[in-house]
């Protein structure tokens, strides 16, 4: 069966300072890869998505991931962040079939 | 363009008793979805509807929850009668397909 694996339940980063979330998946086939955000009180709000070609995928908000198929990983990335970037980071895959699959998220901490 | 709409956006009863949730999705969606967001987790998929049929309702505990969407719009979720592990945020989503979700900011049920 499917999966999505998010190892760091809690990240604390410096504001400016780089940032790397990482997510791995389980599957035999490559899906289509999402990472969505989570404000306290919010919906979830999709940053990007990965579905064919460039490994490497732009975002909204500055953040970039890239799609490593050897490592069966899809990690999400941003170079400095920001004190409104706290928040709760789910990476998610279908297999075409509009049916999501979270992981269990990451929480993501901003110290001045 | 409006989003995804869900209300309430919290809800507060006792164990036995029934609760009911709306969502009115993004116009010209067909897709809708209804996830359970227990605290610490990723969302899990309830229902999925396309138009007014039920797709994929294979996790929904079906002796106490039910949805329907029977205009092929807006949809209610409901739940009778409530446990305490239902405690939870309730997403609705809705799609045009291009496997793109979008999400309501929820509905925060707590279970007393």
């Known amino acids: 069966a499917q999966s999505v694996t998010q190892p760091d339940i809690h990240i604390t980063v410096s504001e400016g300072a780089s940032l790397e979330l990482r997510c791995n998946y389980s599957?035999?086939?490559?899906?289509?890869l999402f990472w969505y955000v989570q404000s306290p009180g919010q919906g979830l709000q999709l940053l990007l998505k990965?579905?064919?070609?460039?490994?490497l995928v732009q975002g909204i908000k500055g953040f970039e991931a890239e799609f490593k198929r050897s490592q069966s990983s899809f990690n999400l990335r941003k170079p400095s962040v920001h004190w409104s970037d706290a928040a709760e980071y789910f990476c998610?895959?279908?297999?075409?079939?509009?049916?999501?699959?979270f992981g269990t998220g990451t929480r993501l901490t901003i110290i001045p | 363009e409006a989003g995804v709409a869900q209300s309430p956006r919290y809800k507060i009863i006792e164990k036995r008793q029934s609760v009911a949730f709306w969502c009115n999705p993004i116009?010209?969606?067909?897709?809708l979805y209804w996830y359970q967001q227990i605290l610490g987790q990723g969302p899990k998929l309830l229902i999925q509807f396309q138009n007014n049929g039920v797709v994929d309702d294979s996790q929904l505990p079906k002796d106490r929850f039910s949805a329907e969407r029977l205009k092929g719009v807006d949809s209610t979720l409901k739940i009778q009668p409530a446990k305490l592990e239902d405690s939870a945020v309730y997403l609705c989503?809705?799609?045009?397909?291009?496997?793109?979700?979008?999400f309501g900011a929820g509905t925060r049920l707590s279970v007393l």
């Open positions: 990965y579905f064919s070609g460039d490994t």
């Open positions: 998610a895959l279908n297999f075409g079939n509009e049916k999501l699959t």
């Open positions: 116009s010209g969606h067909a897709t």
């Open positions: 599957y035999g086939a490559t899906p289509y």
């Open positions: 989503a809705s799609s045009l397909g291009l496997d793109i979700q979008y």
